[in-house]
């Protein structure tokens, strides 16, 4: 019998959660097999812009792509994404001290759901990686990247890497809930 996570990305225009916005979120409810950590499909992904009510840091511009101009007059679809964090076993984010609280203060009943960091939680240096950032762990796993820091891309992209397998037949994904669940 399979079960549901949920992978989810959000960029911001700066990094504080308690001063910044989010102007974009994506995640991808997938099913997986709990006894692997093999993916058994894709059963939902949504992707939104968010008005941020002010102009975008041109830092910020400069890290994910997007204008004030590209966002303004969007709104996310919250029942959609309500529906995905109620139906995920787990919510996993490449680094969860960052999305969660965006993520929590536009929905907070993402405090209700299990988290999981697949940056912290997964030992990336022990394991002989020299950084545990997404892009370069993409890239140290051969994983092609058309486009990064979007958030469904990048959503996605960390499902890829929660994919791959270890020299011992684990998928990082069955690594990352075991230690969750420990």
Same mark, same amino acid.
């Given at each position: 019998m399979t079960q549901? &996570? &949920?992978i989810v990305d959000v960029e911001t225009t700066g990094f504080s959660? #308690?001063?910044d916005e989010v102007v974009e979120l994506g995640i991808v409810l997938f099913s997986f097999d *709990?006894? #692997?950590g093999r993916l058994a499909g894709i059963v939902e992904e949504y992707c939104g812009l968010r008005d941020p009510g002010r102009p975008i *840091?041109?830092?910020? =511009?400069? $890290?994910?792509?997007l204008t004030w101009e590209d966002c303004r007059g969007?709104?996310?679809?919250?029942?959609?994404?309500?529906?995905?964090?109620r139906c995920a076993g787990v919510v996993i984010a490449h680094? $969860?001290? !960052?999305?969660? *609280? !965006?993520?929590?203060? %536009? !929905?907070p009943e993402a405090e209700t759901v299990r988290w999981a960091c697949s940056m912290n939680g997964i030992p990336w240096y022990?394991?002989? !990686?020299?950084?545990?950032g997404l892009q370069q762990l993409l890239r140290a796993h051969s994983l092609e990247v058309e486009t990064a820091h979007r958030?469904?891309?990048?959503?996605?992209? #960390?499902?890829?890497? %929660?994919?791959?397998? $270890? *020299?011992?037949?684990? =998928?990082?994904?069955s690594e990352l809930l075991d230690a969750l669940n420990s």
């Open positions: 549901l &996570a &949920a959660s #308690t001063n *709990p006894a #692997t *840091p041109q830092g910020a =511009t400069d $890290q994910h792509g969007h709104a996310l679809d919250g029942d959609a994404i309500r529906r995905i964090l680094n $969860q001290s !960052f999305d969660r *609280p !965006f993520v929590s203060r %536009l !929905f022990r394991k002989g !990686f020299r950084s545990k958030a469904l891309d990048d959503a996605r992209n #960390t499902l890829r890497l %929660l994919m791959c397998e $270890q *020299p011992d037949g684990r =998928t990082y994904l």
